[in-house]
């Protein structure tokens, strides 16, 4: 599974030497064995052997610490994302987060190896009880809330067209084109995904004015690269209204090899061509785009993943918004565990989150967790929904 996705991306897109990228590859997944799974083993087994409950605690404290180091952390594979499928007990999510969600997986299969069945009843209700307790009040906020309506775009660029500027130029008519139906749906908000078009944002280009002007009927978030600082590159979401930007946000969490090379493994840049240009600068402000009512956490990509960044996001926001472009995975399953973090970050923060995705699948996710519309894997089109403003 994890070996199709990365294989997708390294060989096919990056053009990495199959035989170089299968080494790399396993020393990647022994490395994040080792430090998932042989280091809490082994801390048990030296310290704690006689207390059995001691395990999953420290498997979930590994969980935290590999979500932060090394090189901003890896929180891919949360065994707490699970609970989504589980109704009503991942509305605790809003209240508990994912790593105690990871908590009450393990405890639940600790007890049923126990035949410990009072204490995993015990334990199910409580989470029930709380499951309840946040779905009364997100209810109460969505009563509350103001409503605004938003188009969702997604371009469905082949990534080989996005990887070479004279091919992605091809494709901007036709979504500038689809920009401009849908700021005619009478909506709020237009929405493109990340590095949605082959210019820079500050480049004087023909496609750059005539997205600037579409944005004097609607505001318009859009995924951009831009050259800022001298020669360094931003990955960004701006917003624009009236033909300017009125707010921005850098990503601050970089992807590493994808977005920047980490110390020491700078020769990779001459074995994989697709990251052998300049590294990416992050932002340096976690803050939500603002524009009148709308305050919009922005996570760019890979960042709905960290828990800790899409909170603080969240915290000042009224909506959520993910930019991004899963064409480098293709329709494998690395795409669909990606959309899985959008469930629970709708979960865990109590409000709408849009999936805007250039392969797909683009979609709405309700509070609760539910998918409320959701486009084909890459279908250019549009999606248009209500929701809510919710605090």
């Not at 997944?29 to 030296?46: D, E, M, R, T, V």
């Not at 908000?189 to 280009?205: H, R």
Request: charged share 20%; hydrophobic share 45%.
């Amino acid at each position: 599974m994890a070996l199709r996705c990365s294989s997708i991306a390294g060989i096919e897109f990056g053009g990495l030497n199959p035989f170089v990228f299968y080494i790399i590859f396993l020393l990647f997944a022994a490395f994040l064995g080792l430090y998932q799974f042989y280091i809490p083993i082994k801390i048990w087994s030296s310290f704690f052997r006689r207390i059995i409950w001691a395990l999953p605690l420290l498997y979930v404290v590994l969980e935290l610490v590999r979500s932060h180091f090394p090189y901003g952390g890896f929180p891919w594979l949360i065994m707490g994302s699970l609970s989504v499928y589980i109704p009503v007990l991942r509305e605790s999510l809003m209240f508990f987060n994912v790593y105690f969600h990871s908590l009450f997986i393990l405890f639940t299969s600790l007890f049923i190896f126990q035949k410990r069945f009072k204490p995993l009843i015990l334990m199910w209700a409580f989470f029930a009880l709380v499951g309840l307790m946040a779905m009364k009040e997100k209810a109460k906020k969505i009563e509350e809330a103001k409503t605004i309506k938003v188009a969702l775009v997604q371009t469905a660029i082949p990534q080989e067209d996005k990887l070479n500027r004279e091919a992605f130029n091809k494709h901007t008519e036709d979504i500038l084109n689809l920009v401009g139906k849908a700021t005619s749906l009478g909506v709020d908000l237009v929405v493109l995904p990340e590095s949605a078009f082959p210019f820079f944002y500050s480049e004087d280009s023909e496609g750059n004015i005539r997205l600037s002007s579409l944005s004097l009927k609607v505001p318009i978030l859009v995924g951009l690269i831009d050259i800022r600082k001298g020669m360094n590159p931003y990955n960004s979401a701006y917003l624009l209204k009236d033909g300017i930007s009125v707010d921005y946000y850098d990503k601050v969490k970089l992807f590493p090899i994808g977005e920047y090379v980490p110390k020491p493994f700078g020769f990779l840049k001459r074995l994989f061509p697709a990251i052998g240009g300049i590294d990416y600068v992050p932002g340096d402000r976690i803050k939500p785009v603002e524009y009148k009512d709308m305050k919009i956490a922005t996570p760019i990509c890979f960042e709905v993943a960290y828990y800790h960044l899409v909170k603080k996001l969240s915290t000042q926001a009224n909506l959520i918004v993910v930019l991004t472009n899963d064409g480098w995975f293709k329709d494998s399953d690395c795409t669909h565990q990606h959309y899985l973090w959008a469930r629970v970050r709708a979960l865990e923060n109590g409000k709408y989150v849009l999936w805007v995705n250039n392969s797909g699948d683009t979609g709405v996710i309700n509070p609760y967790g539910k998918i409320l519309q959701r486009m084909p894997y890459m279908k250019r089109g549009i999606i248009s929904h209500e929701v809510k403003l919710l605090q």
